[in-house]
Nanobody, 125 residues
Framework: VQLQASGGGLVHPGSSLRLSCAAS?????????IGWFRQAPGKEREAVTC????????YYADSVNGRFTISRDNAKNTFYLQMNSLKPEDTAVYFC??????????????????WGQGTLVTVSS
């Protein structure tokens, strides 16, 4: 599976941004657990949000719950991260990820099989 992330940019606090991750070859999205992770300068990569492929449940990190929404379009084999009410602390490189393991937000990111290339989101006034 190849993942291609896009949609990052520079925005002001309080703004919205939508990231996309297009999956090509191999599995279809409904066969995979999918998610978004981020890595800020000097920090470890952390899980932001994921959708399980076993039961469709979603996970959100406390820091983004209520502001970010993950969704997918199986027909386009693309999934999204809608980010609202962005804060400076949301600044990071955002990565999309996928795996056949269902709970990818709960495991060490190093164990996740497929990654997109990362897209930079900068929230600054």
């Amino acid at each position: 599976v190849q993942l291609q992330a896009s949609g990052g940019g520079l925005v002001h606090p309080g703004s919205s941004l939508r990231l996309s991750c297009a999956a090509s070859s191999g599995f279809t999205l409904d066969e995979l657990a999918i998610g978004w992770f981020r890595q800020a300068p000097g920090k470890e990569r952390e899980a932001v949000t994921c959708i399980s492929n076993s039961d469709g449940t979603t996970y959100y990190a406390d820091s983004v719950n209520g502001r970010f929404t993950i969704s997918r379009d199986n027909a386009k084999n693309t999934f999204y991260l809608q980010m609202n009410s962005l804060k400076p602390e949301d600044t990071a490189v955002y990565f999309c990820a996928a795996d056949t393991y269902s709970k990818i937000c709960t495991i060490d990111p190093a164990r996740i099989t497929w990654w997109g290339q990362g897209t930079l989101v900068t929230v600054s006034s």
